[in-house]
């Protein structure tokens, strides 16, 4: 998305898609931003330069504490 305007036309269509036929509720606290400063069930997105698009990996946080689980 190009602009803010856009952006928030979109979101106000995918929530009301959402919540109307799907009957979910969305967060009130869900916002509009760049894949890269989204963390999202654990996971984050970054842009892969070799093919030009994003890819995800797990957040640093939920390695970190996965990895925990196992060095006992």
Not at 6 to 17: D, L, P
Not at 43 to 48: A, K, L, R
Request: charged share 25%.
């Amino acid at each position: 998305m190009k602009s803010k305007k856009a952006a928030n036309r979109v979101m106000n269509t995918i929530v009301r898609f959402i919540e109307e036929k799907l009957g979910l509720i969305v967060n009130g606290e869900s916002r509009i931003s760049r894949p890269k400063e989204l963390k999202f069930l654990g996971f984050v997105y970054y842009y892969g330069t070799n093919n030009n698009n994003y890819k995800v990996k797990p957040h640093p946080s939920l390695y970190r504490s996965f990895k925990g689980n196992f060095d006992n």
